[in-house]
């Protein structure tokens, strides 16, 4: 999971970025709207964008109303730091759903504070074994079962979407992955549990939401015990397989919605 810096300030983008890897954060940077929309639109692990205003190609309130057109994008989170601080300028990000505003020059702590208050929810990809035990009253053998269902559960899962872009009917099969709501909130993946939820309750799933569950699934299964007889879980995708091409290519022509759900009832 990223975050995306828009700043064409080559120190206040390196004061952002230093101060966020320094506490684990991923980010990717961009120098105007243009490049940030790129970013956007090809990258499906974008979680927050911290971004200046005053950008060239394409400003800052420019490409936040861009990203409102978007199936996705409208909900993603944005951070606005810049040296802008009249009221209508910030009374226009504050309409257009900008969380936090900042007037320049950045405090390194208090964006930290900020970020981790965005992002702290979604940190929570699995609860250690203890927790597990513990809220549900069950013993190491008990959940030593349920983990491997689980593990099995989300490989068949992962198998079935990487196969899909190949396949005749690309819609999302709504109805096969549903289960793993329920599976994952009992095993403490409460962002799996949350994101999965959440589809079952859409009308129409586009490739964005697709892009999402994988990755997630993925990332998850990174820190998923392996199982006896199994090799480790190692990922290679370099942004070139044929899964990656066919849906960025329906991302560019359908706008972020090409791909329907099917299964529902």
Known sequence: MNILIVEDNPISAKIVDMTLAKHGYST???????????????????????????????????????????????????????????????????????????????????????VKRILGHNRNILSSQREIQMRMEIDRDCYQEMIQSFIMLVQETVQMLRKLPEQDDQRLPVSEIVHLAESAELLGADRLHRFVDRLTRLEKINTYHYFFLLHELEALQELLPVLPGHAPVIHHDDGSSTRVRLLRQQIVQSGGSGMNSTGRG
Not at 69 to 84: F, M, N, Q, R, Y
């Open 28 to 114: 990717i940077l961009a120098e105007d709207g243009e490049e940030a929309w790129k970013v956007l639109t090809e990258k499906q692990d974008v979680q927050l964008m911290i971004g200046d205003l005053n950008l060239p190609n394409l400003d800052g309130l420019s490409l936040i109303e861009r990203m409102h057109t978007h199936a996705w994008l409208k909900d993603l989170p944005v951070i606005v730091v810049s040296s802008e601080n009249n009221a209508e300028t910030v009374a226009k990000a504050a309409d257009l759903g900008v969380i936090k505003y900042v007037v320049k020059p950045i405090k390194a702590s208090h964006l930290l504070r900020d």
